[in-house]
């Protein structure tokens, strides 16, 4: 599976932006697809994921601002961003893995995306 994110730039804060991840393959649909993001100086970190079912979870820290969706027809996950603060500034990247996984969405991805930049401007 190839992943390219896009959708990034630089908005103020507020705003909103909508991320783009399309995949290649034909068995887009059977794979949970995530989400990450990494800041500056820090680490990677999960923001959201929608498992093969279409069922979305997310992190703590953007429930409620975050969306995931996925329309299969056209192999692509999106990242709703709304009301979009200075702190949300980082490279997200999306992911892909094997549906069925018993670990938890956060974590064993085996497929990554080059990154889209988001920028926050306060």
């Known amino acids: 599976v190839q992943l390219q994110a896009c959708g990034g730039g630089l908005v103020q804060a507020g705003g909103s932006l909508r991320l783009s991840c399309s995949a290649s393959?034909?068995?887009?649909?059977?794979?949970?697809m995530g989400w990450f993001r990494q800041a500056p100086g820090k680490g990677r970190e999960f923001v959201a994921a929608i498992n093969w079912s279409g069922s979305a979870y997310y992190a703590d820290s953007v429930k409620g601002r975050f969306t995931i969706s996925r329309d299969n027809a056209k192999n692509t996950v999106y990242l709703q961003i709304d009301s979009l603060e200075p702190e949300d500034t980082a490279d997200y990247s999306c992911?892909?893995?094997?549906?069925?996984?018993?670990?938890?969405?956060?974590?064993?991805?085996?497929?990554w995306g080059q990154g889209t930049q988001v920028t926050v401007s306060s």
């Open positions: 992911a892909a893995r094997p549906r069925f996984r018993r670990s938890g969405y956060e974590k064993e991805y085996d497929y």
């Open positions: 393959g034909r068995t887009f649909s059977s794979y949970d």
